[in-house]
């Protein structure tokens, strides 16, 4: 089973484009940093976000099944990426990493 390590980093609120485009919302994202998870074999983490994974999951797979140095170069340890989900007010960023 190859696993893939996935922490949040990040976390940041554009109060500015909330008050402008968003309607006024009681509860959002339930992730804070610090937290991790594990993706076995490339699948979802239990507890993981459904939107986030829409973009942190690609990248998650294909870790998962061996590719390495997205971008040619562009992370220091090359199993690895930094990926942030597709929330425009409140995006979350996460580092994700190829682990035995």
């Known amino acids: 089973m190859r696993k893939v390590k996935i922490t949040v ?8 484009l909330s ?5 006024i919302i ?22 993981f976000c ?4 829409k973009t942190v999951g690609e990248f998650a797979n294909r870790l998962a099944n061996g590719e390495e140095d997205f971008f040619e170069g562009w992370m220091k340890n090359p199993k690895s ?9 409140r995006p979350v960023s996460f580092y994700i990493e190829f682990i035995d």
């Open 9 to 16: 980093v990040k976390k940041v609120f554009h109060e500015d």
């Open 19 to 23: 008050k402008k485009y968003e309607n």
């Open 26 to 47: 009681e509860h959002s994202c339930d992730l804070n940093e610090g937290d991790s998870f594990i993706s076995f074999d490339g699948n979802i983490p239990e507890g």
């Open 50 to 53: 459904l939107e986030a994974w």
């Open 81 to 89: 990426a930094v990926i942030s989900c597709n929330d425009g007010i």
